[in-house]
């Protein structure tokens, strides 16, 4: 059951999170840091989101996380993020890693075809060009299609459209809709894989995961009794807790962090 959390509030299940010997706060961008907004590459980190992921990277037996689809390159642009950052990065939905003091983590799984990745580029591409409101997204792994700035009309078409090109020609893609987003991959990772490789990197005791989409349910499905799953925003979810936006996210983190802190001194 998940119940919503009011700001300001004490919660048996955010002290307890609080109290774990080794946590890690895993946070999805678009619509969880970040307000999901027009232009993709433009998303930026609510500043008191930042505010208290810094807090929070700067304690003790804490790792803060950002974990999404986007690309690695991509993902490094919007977070703002720098070589010396103390911020573990997940991207394309667990297929990419960075870790603070190492960098770019080996790469693990099937080796990307370029050339069939380049070919579904090609052949999409002119499918989105005709459609108001549309965006292409070139992925290391597949690609995706926004339509945040397009009607629901238009969205239905060109979603269509592309399905039945990746259906005809890619079937063995895997597909992933979400908040005005279409993608495929050729690889088949979700975040349910990037809860288990940061679990197993930072020997976590406990996971704080936050998301606000479909995609973010992967991560959601496999956090256990020690881990606390927050769903931002509406929608059918296993977290346990929801909160209204990312405004009220960054309370949530205010909170764990004051309350994280205050144990550790």
Known sequence: MTRTWTPGTADAALSAIAATP???????????????????????????????????????????AYVSGRSMHDLRVITEHTDDSLIALAGSHGAQYWYPGIGDAAATGPDTDDAEREALWAAARPIIDRYDGAEFEPKTFGMGVHTRTATAEVERAVFAEIDALVAERFPHWRRRSGHRVLEFSSRSEGKDAAMSALRDHFAATGILFAGDDVTDEDAMRVLTGDDLGVRVGPGETAAALRVENPQEMARLLEAVADERASRRE
């Open 22 to 64: 080794r946590l890690v706060v895993a946070l999805d961008f678009d619509g969880t840091a970040s307000p999901l907004v027009p232009d993709p590459m433009a998303a930026r980190a609510l500043p008191e989101v930042a505010e208290q992921v810094a807090r929070l990277a700067a304690l003790r037996d804490t790792v803060v």
